[in-house]
């Protein structure tokens, strides 16, 4: 079973719309929790990096939060663009080791 | 900025050929690492290397090996391709070294479509 799950597996949403991604997961020990965009056909490129003692951090319109309690992560993106449809990655690593865990994507289409 | 380039987009094989998929870093990073992306997963580590010369075991390395003679190239290497090894594969790199490699940020490259026919 992953140690990340992702929810909703896609979503469809009007441009100028908000919208909410999920990560939660059961890694442990845990070290830090990344969100990365990964436009189709390409590499993923880093939105944020959040450790233990963060629990919001954004990058432009996008804001993550954690909640390390819970193991849980959102990803919101405000007033969405074209631009913004890819896949998101949730992507959480372990204290003392180099091994990462990679959730499945949520992918994100962006309609005129 | 950094930069990560994978020598080939697209390629296409028979079973059975060796294949070389070649990953280049411009940042004098210590960790390089090979991804396989399959739809419905998560990536899944295939190799990691965090000097020259030296490397550590992903979740997948069955079928595969890899290379790292110079610090800024990590070659991934299929010795005798499998249909099941049709993927996309993205090399990525990072700092800090081995002691804090789950901490520093991953630049990843744009991927290598690999069809084994």
């Known amino acids: 079973k992953n140690q990340v799950e992702q929810s909703p597996q896609s979503l469809i949403i009007l441009e100028g719309k908000n919208c909410t991604l999920q990560c939660n997961y059961t890694v442990s020990p845990f070290s830090n929790l990344r969100w990365y965009k990964q436009d189709t056909g390409r590499g993923p490129v880093s939105l944020t990096i959040?450790?233990?003692?963060?629990n919001t951090k954004s990058n432009g319109r996008y804001t993550a939060t954690l909640d390390a309690d819970t193991k849980q992560s959102s990803l919101h993106i405000t007033a969405s663009q074209l631009s913004d449809s890819a896949s998101y990655i949730c992507v959480v690593s372990r204290s003392n080791d180099y091994k990462l865990s990679f959730g499945a994507g949520t992918t994100v289409t962006v309609r005129a | 900025d950094v930069k990560v380039t994978q020598s080939s987009r697209y390629l296409v094989k028979r079973t059975g050929e060796k294949v070389f998929l070649e990953c280049v870093q411009d940042m004098d990073h210590e960790n390089m690492f090979w991804y396989r992306q399959d739809p419905g997963l998560g990536l899944r580590l295939i190799y990691f290397?965090?000097?020259?010369?030296?490397?550590e075991k992903g979740d997948i390395p069955e079928g595969y090996s890899v290379s790292r003679e110079k610090k800024e190239r990590f070659s991934l290497i299929l010795e005798s391709a499998s249909t099941n090894q049709t993927s996309m594969y993205l090399c990525a790199s990072s700092n800090p070294g081995l002691a804090e490699a789950n901490t520093g940020e991953l630049f990843f490259g744009e991927g290598s479509r690999l069809t084994v026919l």
């Open positions: 959040m450790t233990f003692s963060e």
């Open positions: 290397s965090y000097d020259v010369k030296m490397k």
